[in-house]
């Protein structure tokens, strides 16, 4: 959870809307000076020697403040700010982007908007960006939710960018599957942007995630497509590409994957079809991986096949001392069963078979039936 006072999130939602993402000079005054003072800087036109070149990129806009109406909208639409300062922010994930071969573009974001009961930080290698063309086929479009609903039966998150086509499958995949998925928009966080996708944008909102590093009330533009998609590949584990044209949105996400040293895959499709031919590319020129099925898109993040829940389910019995394990392990479902047959199971004393019964009657994990012992049901 955020510990920003009032003025901290006016100062952020200021900078957010002050300066074009990426910006990475406004970023070095933050790092430098905070948040609070950085907004009063670029305000002044005095910055801090060494960081001019905040003042260049805030220039057209720094005369208008919207940072205090910015958050007023995101308290009223359920929206949050997050920070590198909160604990949901998604570090690790966004480290690459910092990268001295990938920052040329700016790098990382400032902070990021979010709207939706999920967080930021559980994402990276769990995560999967499924994207592609908005002029789908039928095919892709059936591939996209098929790889999407699999991967949510997983455990997987489904990352894309809320557009038609591919991307509008891949989240409704997801979401008829209960599962959890995160649009990156290029807008504002409260702009339902293709206004087609109204519905299924309030319904990613509802269930899972919505993500913009632009302030509310920003329009959709070109431009911000193409920055967007490098937050679109950071912050998946993988990306895969379903349809593609050799020229095309869903191509530059797939180059930043490569960039950042995400693994890339892509789904074959028909020699004829004009919009597989960005992924036949990808995969003849071996920028990417032919995938084919669920399986195959989740060995891309987890080549050894762990599962993303986590070893195993997380039981009562997990941190239980060890002869209270033992004894655990030893004792019937049914069948009850004496102390001597289960030191005997066990490997273990009597007297610490009663001291564990004892304590394992306590927390309700046993129970006696006539002087034999089992679990409780």
């Known amino acids: 959870m955020s510990t920003m006072d009032d003025a901290e999130r006016r100062a952020w939602a200021y900078l957010t809307a002050v300066a074009e993402p990426p910006a990475a000079s406004v970023i070095e005054l933050v790092t430098a000076v905070g948040a609070v003072a950085a907004a009063d800087a670029v305000r002044s036109r005095k910055v801090p020697a060494g960081h001019l070149a905040a003042l260049a990129a805030t220039e057209a806009r720094y005369a208008t403040d919207t940072g205090e109406r910015d958050v007023e909208t995101a308290d009223r639409i359920g929206a949050r700010l997050v920070t590198p300062a909160d604990e949901e922010w998604p570090a690790w994930s966004l480290a690459v982007l910092d990268r001295a071969s990938t920052a040329v ?66 989240h409704r995949g997801a979401l008829a599957a209960g599962g959890f998925t995160v649009a990156v928009l290029a807008c504002g966080i409260d702009r339902d942007y293709p206004a087609g996708h109204a519905r299924l944008l309030q319904e990613i909102a509802a269930r899972g995630l919505i993500v913009s590093e632009y302030a509310p009330g920003t329009t959709a533009a070109k431009h911000r497509f193409l920055t967007r998609n490098r937050l679109v590949a950071a912050l998946a584990g993988a990306t895969v590409v379903v349809e593609a044209g050799r020229r095309s949105g869903a191509a530059n996400t797939a180059a930043w994957a490569t960039r950042l040293g995400r693994p890339l895959g892509a789904v074959p499709g028909a020699v004829t079809s004009a919009t597989s031919v960005g992924t036949h590319a990808m995969i003849a020129d071996g920028q990417a991986v032919l995938v084919a099925d669920v399986d195959q898109v989740a060995s891309l ?49 009597v007297d610490a078979v009663r001291r564990a019964l004892a304590a394992l009657d306590v927390e309700t994990l046993v129970e006696e039936d006539g002087g034999l012992w089992r679990l409780r049901r």
Not at 301 to 325: K, N
């Open 301 to 349: 993040v987890a080549p050894d096949g762990e599962d993303p829940r986590g070893r195993a389910p997380t039981r009562r019995t997990d941190d239980l001392p060890p002869d209270q394990f033992r004894v655990v392990e030893a004792l019937p479902a049914r069948e009850p069963m004496s102390i001597d047959e289960i030191s005997f199971r066990a490997g273990i004393p």
């Open 105 to 170: 573009r700016g790098g990382g974001p400032l902070a990021l908007w979010a709207r939706g009961p999920g967080s930021l930080a559980s994402l990276g290698d769990a995560a999967v960006a499924l994207v592609g063309s908005r002029a789908a086929s039928s095919y892709g479009e059936y591939v996209a939710g098929r790889f999407a609903s699999g991967l949510s039966a997983q455990g997987r998150t489904v990352v894309s960018g809320g557009a038609y086509g591919i991307d509008g499958a891949a």
